[in-house]
């Protein structure tokens, strides 16, 4: 991976990778906006901007913009994340002009219209009621505020239908103001295109855009685990446990993947052939991390029947309490580096997963990690370096615990004691 970087004199970021073997370019505007950047009363806002983006522009409407993607084929697209917000598109090489131009102008230019704010405001909120019918994701929500009740990094992204509705136009403007500013913004690009041109055209359609990046959220965001139920008549209980772990850019970050991949990472990982091959007790069953700018979460999330929950979760327990104390072979330590390493390659096969990889490691850490770098970092892991920082990372009073599903007292008896 061969990138370059250029900071315009507004403090917009631009970083590319040319691809030459390609036809396709992949462009995103990242926007250092997230939901851990709102306060309470405003939960929801940024995810609820990046929804009113499409809703036209001052030269364009939403179907005239639909129209023109689809005329050359594009896919348009955005998502909100704790920490960023992403609006990206896919064409041909030849469209890549116009895709920057539809981009820029939707992110810089936005109607913001107090109808499209109201009817928008119910959109969401069916977004939200899916978000309550779909557990697996919901179980995730729950976690982050068991694991951070006090922080923005612990709320769901998309907020709260409560506080959605409650959004008035002016909030949104301000809130919009304070961050969609070139300073706390990069254009990252993958694909067939210069740097150059990459470049002239944002640069083009930047100017006379000023704006500081924003200073982010205040400080650490402090962990005070707990336990969440949230009682739900469905047919299985989504159970998830995790601790507060390390952030991105940290230097233990390789071992914890490797960590997470030999817990709960395929189909050969601890848990997979515990619960579900040797006990049959769950099908779904994995490891999971998600890193931030100065924090991190990993955990582990099964589903499975309410007569089996509590088991199913002492199992879970035992297997990271065994995985710190003794440690991995280096069987399983060399198969966790291979998996690791092919996964990022493959992973970035496509324009768009190099474009991300770009956008998001630009925005977050204001530098790249090359996959020949990454790779190098894997490689150096220890089993030691894996084994203590399961010891780190697991300790009993540093668990929080969410469920969502039918009411076992069994299940909330056993999560009640083993904290």
């Known amino acids: 991976m061969i990138y370059q970087l250029t900071v315009l004199p507004n403090g917009l970021r631009v970083i590319s990778e040319e691809l030459p073997h390609v036809r396709s370019v992949a462009v995103g505007i990242w926007v250092g906006a997230g939901s851990r950047h709102e306060p309470p009363e405003l939960a929801g806002v940024s995810h609820f901007i990046e929804h009113l983006l499409f809703k036209g522009t001052e030269w364009r409407t939403a179907r005239q913009i639909a129209e023109e993607m689809d005329a050359i ?44 704010i109201e009817k928008e405001k119910n959109v969401v909120a069916e977004e939200i009621a899916m978000y309550e019918d779909t557990p697996e994701d919901l179980v995730h929500d729950v976690l982050g505020l068991a694991l951070w009740p006090r922080d923005g990094l612990g709320r769901p992204v998309q907020g709260f239908a409560s506080t959605v509705r409650a959004l008035t136009r002016a909030e949104v403007l301000a809130y919009y103001e304070r961050f969609y500013t070139p300073g706390n913004m990069v254009v990252a690009a993958a694909g067939n295109v210069a740097h150059e041109r990459v470049v002239a055209e944002v640069a083009r359609r930047f100017a ?31 159970l998830c446990l995790g601790v507060a772990s390390v952030p991105l850019g940290d230097p233990r970050l390789q071992a914890l993947y490797l960590l997470s991949n030999i817990l709960g990472g395929g189909t050969s990982s601890r848990l997979f052939q515990e619960i579900r091959e040797e006990r049959a007790l769950a099908y779904s069953v994995y490891s999971f991390h998600s890193a931030f700018r100065d924090a991190g979460l990993t955990g582990v999330y099964l589903a499975t029947s309410p007569a089996s929950a509590a088991e199913a979760f002492r199992l879970a327990r035992a297997e990271i309490a065994r995985l710190a104390e003794k440690g991995v072979d280096e ?34 850490l204001e530098r790249v990690l090359t996959p020949e770098e990454i790779g190098e970092r894997i490689e150096k892991v220890t089993a030691e370096e894996v084994r203590d920082l399961a010891r780190a990372l697991w300790q009993r009073d540093g668990v929080a615990t969410a469920a969502v599903g039918p009411a076992s007292r069994e299940l909330e008896r056993v999560l009640a004691t083993a904290r």
């Open 208 to 238: 006379g855009r000023a704006g500081r990046a924003d200073l982010g959220p205040a400080g650490r965001p402090v962990a005070a685990p707990g336990s969440v139920y949230r009682e739900k008549d469905i047919e299985q209980i989504h």
């Open 73 to 116: 084929g594009g896919q348009l697209n955005a998502f909100t994340g704790k920490e960023c917000t992403c609006f990206y598109a896919r064409v041909l090489d030849e469209h890549f002009a116009r895709a920057v131009d539809i981009l820029a102008e939707m992110v810089l230019h936005p109607r913001l219209d107090p109808g499209d």
């Open 331 to 364: 069987q399983e330590l060399r198969r966790g580096k291979d998996h690791l390493k092919a996964t990022l390659l493959l992973g970035l096969e496509s324009t768009s997963s190099r474009m991300t990889h770009l956008g998001k490691s630009q925005l977050l």
